[in-house]
C-alpha cells in the first residue's frame, strides 16, 4: 500500500437556515511520509474534510482510505492508525497537564510509566518547560496547552496525524516549537501529517505539497514551488489570489 490517504470524491453539505457545501467532489492521495497542506480561509472546508478523514463525520458522496481501509465501512480499523490534534483541543481545565495526560494513557492502555516517559521526551522535543508539569491546564499558555495536545496524540503511536489548524493563536516561538516538531516527526519517525492551516508561510515551510480550498473545493494543488512557479509568484498569498480572484477576507463563512 504506497498511498497513507486516497479521496474520491468527496462531498457534505449542511443544511442549516441555508445549505452549506462544506466540500464538494474533493479528490486527491497522500503518499506515505508526506506533509500535505490544505489552506484556506476560515468555513473553507478543512476541518469538515478532518473530521471525515478522522472517522467523525461520514461524507454524503464519495469515499476517504486510509492506509487502504475505508473511513466509514472500516472505521475500527482506520482508528488505530491516526490521531488528530484540532485547534481548540479538549481538556480538563481545572487539573494539570500531567493529570490530564494521565487520564488520556490510561483511555489509551498506556501505563503510568510508559505515559511518563513518552510525554516527558514528547514534551521535551517540544520546548515545553517542566516546571510547568503539574501545573492546572487552565493556567497555562494557550500555546503550552498545544503542546500538551500534541504529546497526547502521540500516545497512539499514529501512522497518520491530522492537525487541524494546530499553531493558530500561539505566540511566535511556541509557534516555531511545534512547526519544527512537526518536521522532525515526519523526517525521524515516518509518520505521514495533514495539515490544515489558514497561514500561507506555515504551509509554504512545513509542506511538501499544498492543496488551496475555496468553498470546499481544492483550486490549486502542487509543491509550493511548483505552484509559485506556476503562477508566476513569489508567496503563495498572492497564488491564492490569482488562483481565486478574490481577497482572503472576501470568504468567510460558517464550517
Known amino acids: 500500500m504506497k498511498e497513507a490517504v486516497k479521496c474520491e470524491g468527496l462531498s457534505k453539505t449542511f443544511?442549516?437556515?441555508?445549505?452549506?457545501v462544506?466540500?464538494?467532489?474533493?479528490?486527491?492521495?497522500?503518499?506515505?511520509?508526506?506533509?500535505?497542506?490544505?489552506?484556506?480561509?476560515?468555513?473553507?472546508?478543512k476541518s469538515t474534510l478532518i473530521?471525515?478523514?478522522?472517522?467523525?463525520l461520514i461524507p454524503d458522496n464519495g469515499h476517504a482510505r486510509i492506509f487502504g481501509y475505508d473511513v466509514v465501512r472500516e472505521y475500527g480499523k482506520v482508528r488505530p492508525l491516526i490521531n488528530r490534534v484540532s485547534v481548540d483541543a479538549a481538556f480538563f481545565k481545572g487539573i494539570s497537564a500531567w493529570e490530564n495526560l494521565r487520564y488520556a494513557a490510561r483511555l489509551?492502555?498506556?501505563?503510568?510509566r510508559e505515559a511518563k516517559e513518552r510525554t516527558l521526551d514528547i514534551l521535551g522535543r517540544l520546548g515545553f518547560d517542566r516546571k510547568r508539569y503539574y501545573e492546572p491546564l487552565e493556567d497555562l499558555s494557550r500555546g503550552m496547552q498545544q503542546k500538551i495536545a500534541i504529546?497526547?496524540?502521540?500516545?497512539?503511536?499514529?501512522?497518520?496525524?491530522?492537525?487541524?489548524?494546530?499553531?493558530?493563536?500561539?505566540?511566535?516561538?511556541?509557534?516555531?516549537?511545534?512547526?519544527?516538531?512537526v518536521r522532525r516527526a515526519m523526517s525521524n519517525d515516518g509518520l505521514t501529517i495533514v495539515l490544515t492551516t489558514h497561514d500561507m508561510k506555515e504551509a509554504e515551510a512545513l509542506c511538501g505539497r499544498v492543496a488551496i480550498i475555496i468553498k470546499g473545493r481544492f483550486?490549486?494543488?502542487?509543491?509550493?514551488?511548483?505552484?509559485?512557479?506556476?503562477?508566476?509568484?513569489?508567496?503563495l498569498e498572492d497564488v491564492f489570489l490569482e488562483a481565486t480572484g478574490r481577497e482572503w477576507q472576501e470568504i468567510e463563512y460558517e464550517d
Open 15 to 20: 443544511k442549516r437556515k441555508e445549505r452549506i
Open 22 to 45: 462544506a466540500l464538494d467532489n474533493v479528490s486527491f492521495t497522500i503518499p506515505k511520509n508526506e506533509i500535505f497542506g490544505i489552506v484556506g480561509p476560515n468555513g473553507s472546508g
Open 51 to 56: 473530521r471525515i478523514l478522522s472517522t467523525l
Open 108 to 112: 489509551y492502555g498506556l501505563g503510568g
Open 151 to 181: 504529546a497526547r496524540a502521540f500516545f497512539t503511536a499514529p501512522m497518520l496525524l491530522l492537525l487541524d489548524e494546530p499553531t493558530t493563536g500561539l505566540d511566535p516561538r511556541s509557534k516555531m516549537e511545534v512547526q519544527g516538531f
Open 219 to 235: 483550486v490549486a494543488l502542487g509543491e509550493p514551488a511548483a505552484l509559485l512557479k506556476k503562477y508566476g509568484k513569489t508567496n
